[in-house]
């Protein structure tokens, strides 16, 4: 069967999209929610910070298991597995009869999900390899633009119909994406023997450019650390820049957002860049051009250079995000893809759950400005390790 991967593409830019926007929408309200369900006033925060984390947390631990039985049933599958858990896991956060009900959900909802890795990993092994770019750039700006749109879409919709009608339209919209993935996603895979897999250990030792892989798990983690660190200090931040209390919400989800909006208009464009000239050539100006920004954020007087900066920092993610999934593809060897992107997964959520913890420990302890420093000396270790790591492939144009 003649595979149009150009329509996987399509279809599962549309399935990362809602993946990425719920996991976001709940953002806004939250805090609210958990109110709502008798939560202790002086407990909210904390459980508000556990519902998020523990998402991130739990999908980390379990990625590399989603990644091995998609290596031997199909990524197709696994996406459909991971938008059938996330229909019924976020649906059911509409019926949760007190907050510890809200956490188990919220656990479960990492436990299954995996739908984008296992779409990138579907789109890296079906691409042409010179327009693979191009190609998991694309595929890249369904989830940024998914989670640009969710805590926006969320808050209105809260707003019109209600808390637990968000959960339950949330439901709805991931059972479509379950119904596109089911009848239009197309993969030839044959299933493998648990007995025949390979063992990751030995996946691993195929790798000649294992340093190189290691490298690339870091920058996925530095990546969101840098993107999330921001997130528990923001709206003081801004407070001590001298906003009116009136408009620090709306100002402080503009400058999350911003950033993901410079992102989803770069990506296509320089993952097609990175096939031309070398793709580890992008990610190293991607890590430079993002440590140029980070650190003026730690000097900025005004939100609205805050957000400036956060909307140019955005060209860096559009830079790093293709340029990571395309030097895995060409990395990693057919039979264990998944299991290599499902521990890039694995970084990736291990970055959202560290950024916020380290937001918040070195504000406390050093003040708001000091987060941006920290967060802009672990792009230069990152820096320094992709530069020893590239240091033979700069004199070609491309990872072969």
């Given at each position: 069967?003649?595979?149009?991967?150009?329509?996987?593409?399509?279809?599962?830019?549309?399935?990362?999209?809602?993946?990425?926007?719920?996991?976001?929408?709940?953002?806004?309200?939250?805090?609210?929610?958990?109110?709502?369900?008798?939560?202790?006033?002086?407990?909210?925060?904390?459980?508000?910070?556990?519902?998020?984390?523990?998402?991130?947390?739990?999908?980390?631990?379990?990625?590399?298991?989603?990644?091995?039985?998609?290596?031997?049933?199909?990524?197709?599958?696994?996406?459909?597995?991971?938008?059938?858990?996330?229909?019924?896991?976020?649906?059911?956060?509409?019926?949760?009869?007190?907050?510890?009900?809200?956490?188990?959900?919220?656990?479960?909802?990492?436990?299954?999900?995996?739908?984008?890795?296992?779409?990138?990993?579907?789109?890296?092994?079906?691409?042409?390899?010179?327009?693979?770019?191009?190609?998991?750039g694309t595929l890249a700006?369904?989830?940024?633009?998914?989670?640009?749109?969710?805590?926006?879409?969320?808050?209105?919709?809260?707003?019109?119909?209600?808390?637990?009608?968000?959960?339950?339209?949330?439901?709805?919209?991931?059972?479509?994406?379950?119904?596109?993935?089911?009848?239009?996603?197309?993969?030839?895979?044959?299933?493998?023997?648990?007995?025949?897999?390979?063992?990751?250990?030995?996946?691993?030792?195929?790798?000649?450019?294992?340093?190189?892989?290691?490298?690339?798990?870091?920058?996925?983690?530095?990546?969101?650390?840098?993107?999330?660190?921001?997130?528990?200090?923001?709206?003081?931040?801004?407070?001590?820049?001298?906003?009116?209390?009136?408009?620090?919400?709306?100002?402080?989800?503009?400058?999350?957002?911003?950033?993901?909006?410079?992102?989803?208009?770069?990506?296509?464009?320089?993952?097609?860049?990175?096939?031309?000239?070398?793709?580890?050539?992008?990610?190293?100006?991607?890590?430079?051009?993002?440590?140029?920004?980070?650190?003026?954020?730690?000097?900025?007087?005004?939100p609205w250079q805050l957000?400036?900066?956060?909307?140019?920092?955005?060209?860096?993610?559009?830079?790093?995000?293709?340029?990571?999934?395309?030097?895995?593809?060409?990395?990693?060897?057919?039979?264990?893809?998944?299991?290599?992107?499902?521990y890039n997964q694995m970084?990736?959520?291990?970055?959202?759950?560290?950024?916020?913890?380290?937001?918040?420990?070195?504000?406390?302890?050093?003040?708001?400005?000091?987060?941006?420093?920290?967060?802009?000396?672990?792009?230069?270790?990152?820096?320094?390790?992709?530069?020893?790591?590239?240091?033979?492939?700069?004199?070609?144009?491309?990872?072969?």
């Amino acid at each position: 069967m003649k595979i149009n991967w150009k329509r996987n593409l399509y279809i599962s830019w549309i399935g990362c999209f809602f993946t990425g926007a719920s996991f976001s929408l709940v953002m806004p309200f939250i805090p609210l929610y958990i109110e709502e369900l008798g939560a202790p006033v002086s407990q909210i925060n904390l459980f508000a910070g556990l519902s998020i984390s523990i998402t991130a947390l739990a999908s980390a631990l379990v990625a590399p298991i989603w990644g091995s039985l998609a290596d031997r049933k199909g990524r197709r599958l696994m996406m459909i597995r991971a938008a059938a858990g996330m229909t019924v896991t976020m649906g059911a956060l509409a019926f949760v009869p007190n907050v510890y009900w809200l956490l188990f959900m919220r656990f479960l909802t990492g436990v299954l999900s995996g739908y984008i890795p296992n779409a990138t990993a579907l789109i890296a092994s079906q691409a042409p390899r010179e327009k693979s770019g191009w190609a998991l750039g694309t595929l890249a700006t369904g989830a940024i633009a998914g989670n640009l749109i969710g805590p926006l879409m969320g808050g209105l919709l809260a707003e019109w119909l209600g808390m637990k009608n968000v959960f339950i339209i949330t439901g709805i919209i991931l059972s479509m994406t379950l119904l596109l993935t089911i009848f239009f996603v197309k993969e030839n895979f044959e299933s493998v023997p648990k007995a025949d897999v390979i063992p990751v250990k030995e996946i691993f030792t195929k790798i000649d450019r294992r340093g190189i892989l290691v490298g690339l798990f870091f920058t996925t983690l530095i990546l969101q650390l840098g993107m999330t660190s921001i997130s528990p200090i923001l709206t003081l931040y801004i407070r001590d820049l001298g906003i009116s209390t009136g408009n620090i919400l709306f100002v402080s989800g503009l400058i999350v957002s911003v950033s993901g909006v410079s992102a989803l208009l770069t990506s296509p464009f320089l993952g097609r860049l990175g096939d031309k000239i070398g793709n580890h050539k992008i990610l190293l100006l991607g890590l430079v051009f993002s440590f140029l920004c980070f650190v003026p954020m730690g000097f900025v007087t005004a939100p609205w250079q805050l957000g400036v900066l956060r909307f140019l920092l955005g060209f860096s993610t559009g830079a790093l995000m293709p340029s990571i999934n395309t030097l895995i593809s060409k990395i990693a060897p057919p039979e264990g893809v998944s299991r290599i992107f499902s521990y890039n997964q694995m970084f990736n959520s291990f970055g959202q759950v560290l950024g916020p913890m380290v937001g918040s420990g070195v504000a406390q302890g050093f003040g708001y400005p000091a987060v941006f420093f920290v967060t802009s000396a672990f792009v230069v270790f990152n820096l320094l390790i992709s530069l020893f790591n590239f240091r033979f492939d700069l004199r070609k144009s491309s990872i072969d």
